[in-house]
């Protein structure tokens, strides 16, 4: 099939307006990858409309051999989302209606195109909440988030997406409508295809519509900012909240790097010798909020530089604000990063923190770190310049180095990201032979042909 | 290869004493459905002390085609457990030693075959919790319930088992072992295969280990007991919990059949004129829980007889202790019951109780249903003389109509039991057919001689 050909009947599906050519089309041959230089090809981007037309265009594409890469939000760290060697982009942001909203039963039926942020401002303003809370909530999708089972700050105490999803509507090719679960809590009669699909990075299914389960909104989420010295401080305040029993809902923390990049805007600015940050929040009603809230200063107060508890919503609003930037005011520093999101044991934040400097020291990089400290989900960061290719190999080694430590201290390669593209091949180090038999196996079940997002979450 | 023959074999892999014979061997054929007459026959019944063990046995099964009937503690519903046509019985009761307890990091790893009820005990002597709460807890065991994925009253609040698994170390066909995930808490670098074993009823591997997750053990945790004149009172008084937007980590019922099987031993006995009876139960910090307590109290009192909220130690646990042998004075009424554990959304609950009622006067039966009300998980009872033949038909068909209600009404035909022996082939009532497919080709790469626990959650 020739490239206009496919562009052309694609469009007999999705309407002329479907189809996006030229410079239209550029946005979405990229994704947050675009820093590291990932741009790929499409011989087609569609946007369709229903899932009626997602369905038709999954058949044609298995029909005719052609590449389909299911695309959300684009605001990846793993090049899931990038065409590499043409095929069709379907992009789910036109498929972003609400199909039922169930406030009093704490449920809403969403399609895949939804805005995270939309999503959570329609609940909220039904008292109701949806905790997960991955960065880039202007942009992403919630189909995309369940594709990569997107996590964030809340999925401590919360959990992450696939926690808050009870039914899934998928396309799987060559082209069957799916719906596994529903609008309901609780479901054990068959194998768990909906876990199965969620973080599967769309190489098994576009995903189309979801139901998520809401809960109430907490009535407070109070913050607690506590500055340290060092790291060592720092991590042994973290260490210190989990093994008093306290329970907040995030567990955030930066280093001095981050703080650095990211300190001039920091709301109320950066106490002097501030060299790692350490954010909770403490959620519930007022009354207990406020009592765990002042509960956990005291705990994160040993070896502070300061500890501060923002009360005003304004306060409370600029200091998350800022906390979603940290990603943005890293790249800025020197052009672009590579952002990794590997797991480790919490007991093991200190030692992940060191091996990062060692590997910086070892390969001449920049290198800073911030994350979920309460799920050991840190987000270790190597700064690249634009155009400098041996610095490139040099951070795509060190980052290398860095799965192989998450690795062997009983971690994970990914705790948000995904796979996608950029750590294609590396899943062999974590799994066993027989676990990554199954996982290609899998694949092959669902897309015998290998035409959904070639070349993402490969072992 | 012949019965005596394979149990010589599997003796010599796990010793003289861990094969068991003729009377000893008799508990292993069964599980909670021999009260509706299902026993199963064994060429061997084996308790592996390690997990190599395990693994040999496993081995050795599929390389002589002998069937593995994988088992916990033996306490589900579904016939999962017995073994139907000969075959290994795997138990893992043997299999109980914890190997890591990491208690500042808020996470255990345990064999399959711990008990519920220690592991729960052991994480509260250091302040910690593991909230799945599956009945049975002094027989099931963890390997089982999470093979089972197994629910309880607290999963309304805390989730399914399968919310608190961060790893799973397995014995997948031929005989390989693998472990999936570890001691964290977010990992999405390959397909979810960890969610796919959860809930597999040992359909597709032999669950020898797992990494658990646990929480701070809530100071308090204050239930609420509320008796309504008829069902439709009781119903509405759910409905009006979870509008209102209060978070109770259970919400409970027990219908007016349920409560004259059971109700001689409630403590403190019934009202008069209690024929609904709805348990909610407030946890958190003291301060916390009260407050909920206090809202909880007012919201369920509309319409009720009664409503008591016992604050002593001794009483709540009366109560819970009340609420655990429900289904054992249930069975003896009559000597035997069908339990389905079907789940609808949770504004069809009252809908559900009316199709129960229905079904009964149809066939002729009694009836009664208690479950987990805000998870919309309905244990649908239908009650069994031994020894009848004709009523025991009119019971299946009846439970075969309900699970048909279950699916029009947009839920499951289950939502903790599984689908076992029981309701084999009853999947496609839920499933369309591509995911029927997929499920069945899933089984095939796991398991592809169909060795492992034949018969069992079949579509």
Redesign the interface.
């Known amino acids: 099939v020739i490239r206009d050909a496919i562009a052309r009947d694609i469009a007999a599906i999705v309407g002329q307006g479907g189809v996006l050519q030229g410079p239209a089309a550029r946005p979405y041959l990229t994704d947050a990858t675009e820093a590291q230089g990932l741009v790929g090809r499409a011989d087609a981007v569609c946007l369709p409309t229903s899932v009626d037309q997602v369905q038709a265009v999954l058949s044609w594409c298995y029909a005719h051999d052609v590449a389909v890469i299911p695309r959300g939000g684009g605001t990846g760290y793993a090049g899931g989302a990038v065409p590499l060697e043409g095929g069709v982009v379907v992009a789910l942001g036109r498929l972003d209606g609400v199909d039922t909203f ?1 406030p ?4 809403i039926r969403v399609k895949a195109g939804i805005v995270t942020r939309r999503l959570k401002h329609l609940v909220r303003s039904h ?2 909440w949806f905790p997960p809370d991955p960065g880039a909530a202007e942009s992403s999708q919630i189909g995309g988030n369940i594709a ?2 997107a ?1 964030g700050p809340h ?2 105490k919360y ?2 997406t ?2 808050w999803v009870t039914g899934i509507e998928a396309i ?1 090719p060559p082209g ?18 909906k ?2 699909l ?3 990075e769309g190489t ?1 299914a576009i995903i189309t519509a979801a139901w998520l389960r809401l ?3 907490p009535e407070a989420a109070l913050p607690i900012v506590a500055f340290y010295p060092d790291e060592i401080s720092g991590c042994a305040a973290i ?1 210190r909240v ?2 008093t ?3 907040p809902a995030t567990l955030e923390y930066l280093d001095a790097t981050t703080l650095a990049a990211a300190g001039a805007t920091f709301p109320g600015g950066l106490p002097e010798d501030a060299a790692f940050l350490v954010v909770a929040e403490a959620d ?2 007022l ?2 909020a406020t ?2 809230r002042d509960e956990l200063q005291v705990t994160l107060s040993d070896d502070a530089v300061e500890v501060r508890a923002p009360a005003e919503r304004a306060a409370i609003d600029a200091l998350w604000n800022w906390r979603e930037g940290v990603s943005i005011a890293v790249t800025t520093m020197r052009g672009g990063k590579l952002s990794e999101d590997i ?5 093991q934040i200190n030692a992940a923190l060191t091996e990062i400097d060692a590997l910086g020291r070892r390969y001449g990089l920049a290198t800073c770190s911030w994350g ?1 400290a ?4 840190i987000h270790a960061t190597f700064m690249l310049s634009r155009d400098d290719r041996d610095e490139l190999e040099r951070v795509e080694q060190a980052a290398r180095e860095l799965l192989h430590f998450a690795v062997s201290a ?10 996608g593209w950029v ?1 294609r091949g ?2 062999a180090r ?6 990554i038999e ?2 290609e ?3 092959l ?2 897309d015998p042909k290998c035409l959904l997002n070639p070349g993402k ?1 490969t ?1």
């Open positions: 169930d009093f039963e704490w449920r008292g109701l990569t089972n996590g999925a401590f959990g992450v696939g926690k799987v069957d409508r799916i719906e596994i679960g529903g609008p309901i809590r609780k479901d054990v009669a068959g194998y768990d295809l876990s199965l969620t973080g599967s098994l809960t109430p909104a260490a989990v093994a029993g306290l329970l519930g009603s009354a207990a009592a765990l797991v480790v044991p919490v007991d979920h309460g799920d050991g989900n009983g971690g994970s390669i990914s705790g948000e990201h995904g796979i750590k590396e899943l974590q799994w066993p032979p027989r676990a199954l996982h196996q899998i694949k079940l669902f979450k072992t």
